[in-house]
């Protein structure tokens, strides 16, 4: 009993004992598991931390960023700014520019706009110098001749300037001055020698040889040659050559008799009828006859500038027959 007992005991003993060391590892266990839970929270709460603290670093590295891509942007609109002003700043200097330069060419309009006015008047007066100076040049009224030379079969007039030195020469050479017969005649930059005897011109470089003649510029049927018409001066009886066509004696004497009042045996004209032609002389004045075409000329342009419409006025006014009309053609 006592060994049992004691064996009881013993058991108990031993129960309690592994109880309590049961108990000692449950609670230790329970320590253990706390302390692994707590670390777990720790841990758990430390890895919301550092996300919390990884997202924070995220949006500021990003809020970083949006910074930095904001003072990029500012620096660029700043440049680009600055580059507006230069702009602006082109564009108004070119606009003051732009407003000068049109000033200055409405005030050159304005001077084109005189310079043309005057350079009409200045047209129309060398027009009417130039058309003088032709007139000179082809009717010869300045010195009684127009020279030309002969090229290619056709005949060509000199320049005014040649014309004006040939013109002195050929009077030299009509006058008989030794030496005259030939003269070294530069016009243009090339020299010519003429040969008033011979009427021909000489190239002094190429040695080409040419004709030469005068044309005193008067109607065909004068009968001065041109020395002649050239070589008059004040004397009248150089002026008159004695007509000879019979012809032209019948239409004046036609003319005589039955012009004005030759028909009215009470006028003092009918004495004409009793009038005979002795002699007919026509005037052959080259200075006048030029000085004639050239008024002529020129009241033919004023009619045209000035649209003047001129009708031929009637010959024949106080004759009984149409003599003058008739007698035109002489």
């Known amino acids: 009993m006592d060994a049992a007992d004691t064996l009881s005991k013993q058991l108990a003993a031993e129960t309690q004992k592994r109880q309590n060391a049961e108990m000692l590892c449950l609670q230790t266990l329970f320590q253990k598991a706390t302390e692994l839970a707590v670390e777990r929270d720790a841990r758990k709460t430390s890895e919301g931390l550092s996300a919390s603290l990884q997202e924070q670093m995220n949006r500021m590295s990003q809020k970083l960023d949006e910074l930095v891509d904001e003072k990029e942007k500012r620096k660029s609109a700043e440049e680009l700014c600055t580059t507006l002003k230069r702009q602006l700043a082109t564009m108004i ?45 082809v009717s010869g009224f300045s010195h009684g001749a127009t020279w030309q030379y002969e090229i290619d079969g056709r005949w060509e007039a000199f320049t005014p300037e040649a014309t004006e030195q040939m013109h002195q020469a050929y009077l030299d050479y009509l006058k008989e001055i030794p030496g005259s017969q030939h003269k070294t005649i530069c016009s243009g930059g090339v020299a010519r020698v003429m040969d008033f005897e011979l009427m021909q011109q000489k190239h002094l470089r190429t040695g080409k040889t040419r004709s030469i003649r005068a044309l005193p510029g008067v109607p065909p049927v004068w009968e001065s040659s041109v020395p002649d018409l050239l070589l008059q001066g004040n004397d009248l009886g150089s002026f008159y050559k004695e007509e000879a066509d019979p012809e032209i004696w019948e239409a004046i004497q036609y003319i005589l008799d039955s012009s004005g009042h030759a028909q009215d045996a009470w006028s003092d004209c009918s004495c004409m009828r009793r009038a005979w032609v002795q002699s007919v002389h026509r005037i052959e004045n080259m200075r ?30 106080d004759g009984v027959f149409p003599c003058m009309a008739e007698c035109q053609e002489f």
């Open 93 to 137: 200097q070119a606009t003051q520019e732009l407003d000068a330069e049109k000033a200055l060419r409405k005030a050159a309009e304005d001077h084109v706009a005189v310079l043309q006015d005057v350079l009409e008047t200045v047209t129309i007066e060398k027009d009417e110098l130039k058309t003088q100076l032709q007139q000179k040049s």
């Open 288 to 317: 006048l006859w030029h000085r004639y075409k050239m008024r002529l000329d020129t009241m033919r342009r004023d009619h045209a500038t000035y649209k003047i419409s001129v009708e031929p006025a009637e010959l024949d006014l």
